[in-house]
């Protein structure tokens, strides 16, 4: 039998699934936390993954890492790490994202340059800041990785004295902020100013099919992607699907033919990891705030989803505005969260509990309006991550979305992806294989809308109250 593995190095854990290669069947799986905060030490990220796949990776034939996107991870000339990497959601470089807009001529100029707009979470602020806040760093970097970069290097045996050329894919290059899709290439125009004037190297971008090398005991290792790309793999998403994805973050995004370029910055224009495109909006707060607003309550997520149950929709009018961590869609890097329409009849734990259900999915809701904006029809919204475990939030998703939910059976969709394309890379075959799909729930839009649409104006009433 012909194994594959895929690896999920999100922002919270590394997740290891080995499949068989032929039929995506699992057979085995691991898992291992990551060290909490918004900078974290590469080689914790190495460790998880070892620790992970500890007896998992003996005998697999190939294998694939998609990681979470847009940090920065700067090596020195010997390889060393200089500082610890920068995740996406480390929100310092927000006034080097509004730098870099204006030293472009605008958002048009960037949308037209790289499909997306610089914003807090992007590579190519956090080198801005880099080179700011940490000139003598930003002089020793001598290459510029993202995360699934930096484990594919370590995989082909990078770290130990040894520096292969280091290599990405066209999914993850195309959240850097300095690889153009639409082009295929990078912009070092960009990357020279958002440094300041430096020139680090940046990795080889290689094709969906393509081999980044072997590891040091012969296993061949595929090219990776990041982890929005990768669960769009392991989904076999198709046109006009659409997937929201509810985990750290929240992100809504569909496959499509042609890149995207939204001046407007709400929408990324991401490649994909079989050829295509994959417009994307990306939110930094989903699931967490479910799980904070428990706290709150002082219950645990199973009983906030019992009394969120019990609040009629809508909320009795109470409104959350879910920005905890401050927000990228709206950009908002310095927003914090907020109760809206509170009366004393409406002060009760299940009225702010639904709240929170309801918020959340009004703020994904939000991110699937602007995809329908840039074109993007959705034919079902397909939700998976944490969140998409709860029935209720499904049901809720159904009425604010206005289309069909549909609930994929539950899986390491990203991990999934990841051995899919170690497959593909080892079959040398013109197309990914072909992985059976399940779903376990289908939840049709309801017919009088009139309640969903409610519900989203009252949300809409609050954040402009707020924020214009």
């Given at each position: 039998m012909?194994?594959?593995?895929?690896?999920d190095?999100?922002?919270q854990?590394?997740?290891?699934v080995?499949?068989?290669a032929?039929?995506?069947?699992?057979?085995g799986?691991?898992?291992?936390p990551?060290?909490?905060?918004?900078e974290?030490?590469?080689d914790?990220?190495?460790?998880?993954?070892?620790?992970?796949s500890a007896?998992?990776?003996?005998?697999?034939?190939?294998?694939?890492?998609?990681?979470?996107?847009?940090?920065?991870?700067?090596?020195?000339?010997?390889?060393?790490?200089?500082?610890?990497?920068?995740l996406?959601n480390d929100v310092?470089?927000?006034?080097a994202a509004?730098?870099?807009?204006?030293d472009?001529g605008?958002?048009?100029?960037?949308a037209?340059a790289?499909g997306?707009?610089?914003?807090?979470?992007?590579?190519?602020a956090?080198?801005?800041?880099?080179?700011?806040?940490?000139?003598?760093?930003?002089d020793r970097t001598?290459?510029?990785?993202l995360?699934?970069?930096?484990?594919?290097?370590r995989?082909?045996?990078?770290?130990r004295?040894r520096i292969?050329?280091?290599?990405t894919?066209?999914?993850?290059?195309?959240?850097?902020g300095?690889w153009?899709?639409?082009f295929g290439?990078?912009r070092?125009?960009?990357?020279?100013?958002a440094?300041?004037?430096?020139?680090?190297?940046?990795?080889?971008?290689?094709?969906?099919?393509?081999s980044a090398g072997?590891?040091?005991?012969g296993?061949l290792?595929?090219?990776g992607?990041g982890?929005?790309?990768?669960a769009?793999?392991?989904?076999g998403?198709a046109?006009?699907?659409?997937?929201?994805?509810?985990?750290?973050?929240?992100t809504?995004?569909?496959?499509?033919?042609?890149?995207?370029a939204?001046p407007g910055?709400?929408?990324?224009?991401?490649?994909d990891a079989?050829?295509?495109?994959?417009p994307?909006?990306?939110t930094?707060?989903?699931?967490?705030?479910l799980?904070?607003?428990?706290?709150?309550l002082g219950?645990?997520?199973?009983?906030?989803?019992?009394?969120?149950?019990?609040?009629?929709?809508?909320a009795?009018?109470?409104?959350?505005?879910?920005?905890?961590?401050?927000?990228?869609?709206?950009?908002?890097?310095?927003?914090?969260?907020s109760?809206?329409?509170?009366?004393?009849?409406?002060?009760?734990?299940?009225t702010?509990?639904?709240?929170?259900f309801?918020?959340?999915l009004?703020?994904?809701?939000?991110?699937?309006?602007?995809?329908?904006?840039?074109g993007?029809?959705?034919?079902?919204?397909?939700?998976?991550?944490g969140g998409a475990?709860?029935?209720?939030?499904?049901?809720?998703?159904?009425?604010?979305?206005?289309?069909t939910?549909?609930?994929?059976?539950p899986?390491?969709?990203v991990?999934?992806g990841a051995?899919?394309?170690?497959?593909w890379?080892l079959s040398?075959a013109s197309?990914?294989?072909?992985?059976?799909?399940?779903?376990?729930?289908?939840?049709?839009?309801?017919a009088?809308?009139a309640t969903?649409?409610?519900?989203r104006?009252?949300?809409r009433?609050?954040?402009?109250?707020?924020?214009?």
């Amino acid at each position: 039998m012909t194994t594959v593995a895929g690896v999920d190095s999100s922002t919270q854990s590394c997740k290891v699934v080995v499949c068989d290669a032929d039929s995506g069947e699992i057979l085995g799986r691991g898992q291992a936390p990551h060290p909490e905060g918004t900078e974290v030490a590469p080689d914790a990220w190495w460790d998880a993954l070892c620790a992970a796949s500890a007896g998992l990776l003996d005998h697999v034939d190939a294998i694939a890492v998609a990681g979470q996107q847009h940090g920065l991870v700067a090596l020195d000339a010997a390889g060393v790490p200089v500082r610890d990497a920068l995740l996406w959601n480390d929100v310092r470089s927000a006034g080097a994202a509004e730098e870099l807009i204006a030293d472009l001529g605008g958002p048009q100029a960037w949308a037209d340059a790289v499909g997306s707009v610089p914003v807090a979470a992007l590579t190519v602020a956090k080198l801005r800041w880099l080179a700011d806040h940490e000139p003598e760093l930003a002089d020793r970097t001598a290459h510029i990785l993202l995360p699934h970069d930096y484990l594919t290097w370590r995989l082909r045996g990078g770290g130990r004295g040894r520096i292969p050329a280091p290599t990405t894919d066209r999914g993850d290059a195309s959240g850097t902020g300095y690889w153009s899709p639409a082009f295929g290439r990078y912009r070092e125009d960009l990357l020279t100013l958002a440094s300041r004037g430096r020139r680090p190297a940046l990795p080889r971008v290689l094709g969906p099919d393509e081999s980044a090398g072997r590891t040091p005991s012969g296993t061949l290792v595929a090219a990776g992607t990041g982890d929005n790309a990768g669960a769009a793999l392991g989904l076999g998403i198709a046109e006009g699907d659409v997937v929201a994805s509810l985990g750290t973050s929240g992100t809504v995004f569909a496959r499509a033919g042609r890149p995207a370029a939204d001046p407007g910055g709400a929408v990324a224009g991401f490649a994909d990891a079989t050829g295509a495109f994959l417009p994307l909006v990306c939110t930094l707060n989903a699931a967490r705030v479910l799980t904070s607003t428990a706290d709150l309550l002082g219950v645990d997520l199973p009983t906030l989803e019992s009394l969120a149950a019990r609040a009629p929709a809508g909320a009795d009018g109470v409104v959350l505005l879910p920005y905890l961590a401050g927000e990228r869609t709206p950009n908002l890097p310095r927003a914090a969260g907020s109760l809206h329409g509170l009366r004393p009849e409406a002060m009760r734990p299940a009225t702010v509990a639904r709240a929170a259900f309801e918020g959340v999915l009004c703020h994904l809701a939000d991110a699937l309006d602007h995809l329908t904006g840039i074109g993007v029809t959705p034919r079902r919204v397909l939700l998976i991550g944490g969140g998409a475990r709860s029935r209720l939030i499904a049901l809720i998703a159904a009425q604010v979305f206005g289309v069909t939910v549909t609930i994929p059976e539950p899986a390491e969709y990203v991990a999934l992806g990841a051995a899919r394309q170690a497959a593909w890379a080892l079959s040398g075959a013109s197309r990914p294989p072909s992985w059976p799909a399940r779903s376990v729930a289908e939840i049709p839009a309801p017919a009088d809308a009139a309640t969903g649409r409610e519900i989203r104006a009252e949300y809409r009433r609050a954040r402009r109250a707020l924020y214009g």
